[in-house]
């Protein structure tokens, strides 16, 4: 299988720029978690609270470029405030580890990315997370994956059993956002997402599909077979991405910047319309 790779990923980031000059450190993984825990934070932040990361209260780093407090339903403003208790304190449980070698969060978009990745995904125009509850869960599924089979993938990296440790307990947090997540997109499978007229496992799949297509055919959705041709049952679920073996697969890091800077892991753009801070950013020039 492809995922055995995964645990070169940092080998292989390294081998594109030619000779580094530098040697991946738990500090710059850490940050690499931090970039991640930012978008995250802000995003579920900017949805209950109607702002992010403040730079002297919520952890630091500019506001995010978009968004705006979320309609949701009561219920899901409940979930989305411990989910963005969370991600607050996982940028200041990193930094908190991190100390001085901590970077500043970078700018995040939280609105028009949203909208040019389910562009590219589906072919629809004016898609925006924060006007629904299931726009919402939409939105969130393009990422919340992304950061759990990312710290899986940073997990072998680090040296350090403090770092580890650390890592080792945001993880399962993660996957279980993840986890809550999958679950309440697979309750709402069937129905239609206006005004696209598509139904939620098909809008599902087509993010998922295009998450594989640009990080190396590594994504599942949420049932299984892939969503498609079914028409009004229930298909198996696949809530968990696992490896066949119930062990969730990995991604590189450049596998995860491809997804987040919407496309090519060298070009920021997407969630980072600057990239993201820190040196494993898909920047090539430190050799
Ligand atoms: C964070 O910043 C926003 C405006 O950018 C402000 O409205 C809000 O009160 C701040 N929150 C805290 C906790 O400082
Ligand atoms: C990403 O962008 C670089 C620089 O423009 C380009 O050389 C490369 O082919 C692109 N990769 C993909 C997968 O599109
Ligand atoms: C991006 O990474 C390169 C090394 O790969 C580094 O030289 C540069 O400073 C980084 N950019 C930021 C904004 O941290």
């Not at 098909?202 to 969503?227: M, Y």
Request: charged letters at 15%; aromatic letters at 10%.
């Amino acid at each position: 299988m492809a995922y055995k790779f995964a645990l070169l990923g940092f080998c292989i980031l390294s081998s594109l720029a030619a000779s580094p000059a530098w040697a991946i450190t738990d500090a710059d993984i850490m940050n690499f978690a931090l970039n991640l825990e930012c978008l995250e934070a802000t995003y579920y932040s900017t949805a209950v609270n109607g702002y992010g990361l403040n730079a002297t209260s919520l952890g630091g780093g500019p506001q995010g470029v978009g968004g705006g407090k979320a309609s949701l339903s009561p219920d899901l403003i409940k979930i989305a405030t411990e989910v963005a208790n969370d991600e607050i304190d996982h940028v200041g449980d990193l930094r908190a580890q991190l100390g001085a070698a901590a970077v500043p969060c970078p700018a995040i978009d939280i609105g028009s990315s949203f909208e040019a990745i389910a562009n590219k995904a589906l072919g629809i125009t004016g898609f925006y997370p924060y006007n629904s509850d299931i726009n919402f869960l939409l939105g969130a599924f393009l990422f919340e994956d992304v950061g759990v089979t990312a710290f899986y993938g940073a997990v072998p990296q680090i040296t350090q059993k403090d770092n580890l440790q650390l890592l080792a307990g945001i993880l399962p947090v993660e996957a279980y956002h993840a986890a809550i997540l999958r679950t309440l997109l697979y309750n709402r499978g069937l129905e239609i997402v206006q005004p696209y007229n598509i139904r939620v496992f098909d809008f599902v799949q087509a993010l998922s599909n295009l998450r594989g297509k640009v990080g190396n055919g590594k994504d599942q959705g949420i049932v299984t077979p892939p969503a498609g041709g079914q028409s009004t049952q229930y298909p198996f679920a696949n809530l968990i991405p696992q490896d066949g073996k119930g062990i969730v697969f990995q991604r590189t890091p450049d596998e995860v910047l491809a997804i987040v800077y919407g496309g090519n892991s060298t070009q920021p753009g997407g969630f980072y319309p600057k990239g993201m801070t820190g040196i494993i950013n898909g920047t090539l020039s430190s050799a």
